[in-house]
């Protein structure tokens, strides 16, 4: 079926509505095991709110709206923010540790895709607490996610914030450089890295580690054999530890294989103050989940809030599974069509309302034939004889008793 659903300036077909719909149902079950609970945030938003914070969404990518006031709104470009704003500022939230989880879309203006400019993100926020156990819950929750979807090889990346910043508090450079050098090292463009470091008058202890971060990636046990050259001072080496720690967790949950650690990972969101990690999916190029601790946000909003979560890209996990043919087949919206002729109506709409309590999907019509195609089973009540049929054979049956011992013999195929 060939039905287009309107969806923001895209348009979707009917039959990828229902996977998007069946995906994020997957995506919210698992989030709420872990105890997490829905929230929304508007959709509007104060363009000071984020003009003013620091570590947010680049002020050109936001799109903004004028209201009739004169006042600058701007459409959610981030729901991490908002969210931290809202549990810090609204004191008649109880205190201890709060669980949210969002399926909310982000519109971004950016550069390299014109004609995206909204995204689907399900999310979660963890606020109250920073330990290395929730840290590895937070990972592992994340893994089971991409796991849920189907997806057999894929590998977290973990980093942590500290590592860049850390370096770059040892060295003074203007803050054109460092987005230059933060975008080399995320991109692990070696080639212009060293020549670039060699333009710029820093220690060389630190232009070595600059230049090594980006090398050590992989198996956690390797990159943590190599990361000598770049831990400089205590606080890097406790960082180092703290991941180890997170690593070793995540041994107990059995999840190692699907983990690497990347010391020069660096999340496009400034925001991040501790671990940070992305999600990669086989055969697809860019990040499925991003996510990170950030404890120091809320501290924007005069509060001490430490804080972690993550976001998945629903529309790149889309894109991924249907490049790995991960959507089962088509699968149909309906079980059972009922027809009937006018004497047997009573009979046919009573049986219709008792199947529907049972949570079977029916339509019923007064005709002989279907209206519908896709029913897995055809009820047919005619003036002397009852039928279903499905896809393989017909059989007869007398009243509701048997009716329902046909379709609970033939459940399979529901
Ligand atoms: N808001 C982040 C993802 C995230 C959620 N929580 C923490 N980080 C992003 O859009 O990349």
Known sequence: MQLDVFESMNTISLEDYQRREHLLAKIKDRFSTYGY??????????????????????????????????????LRPDVTIPITRIIATNKQIPSGEKRFYYISNVFRNSIEQQDKKEHTQAGIENFGQNTPPLDAEIIALAIQTISDLGFKKFKLEIGHAGFFK???????????????????????????????????????????????????????????KRAGTVILNERMNYTLSNLIEVYELLKIYGLEEFVSFDLGLINHMDYYS???????????????????????????????????????DVDAIFDAMEGEGLFSKKTSPLDIMILYTPAKQREALTAAQELRELGYRVITSLDSTPTISEASFIVRYKENVNTIKDQHNTRLFYNQEELMKQLLQNKGEL
Do not use: W
């Open 37 to 74: 609970q829905q929230i929304q945030t508007p959709t509007f938003e104060q363009y000071d709110l984020y003009k003013t914070i620091t570590g947010t969404v680049n002020r050109d990518e936001m799109i903004k709206v004028i209201d009739p006031t004169g006042k600058v709104l701007v």
């Open 274 to 312: 501790g671990i940070i990690f992305q999600g990669f999916v086989e055969n697809f190029g860019k990040p499925v989940l991003m996510g990170g601790r950030y404890d120091t946000l809320a501290e924007q909003f005069d509060t001490d809030l430490p804080a972690i979560g993550f976001a998945c």
């Open 166 to 224: 850390e370096l770059l508090k040892q060295i003074n450079i203007s803050e054109q450089n460092t987005s230059q050098l933060q975008q080399m090292i995320q991109a692990k463009n070696f080639s212009e890295l060293k020549p670039f470091l060699e333009t710029l008058s820093i220690h060389t202890d630190v232009k070595v580690a600059l230049q090594q971060i980006p090398f050590l990636y992989g198996r956690p046990e390797d990159v943590m």
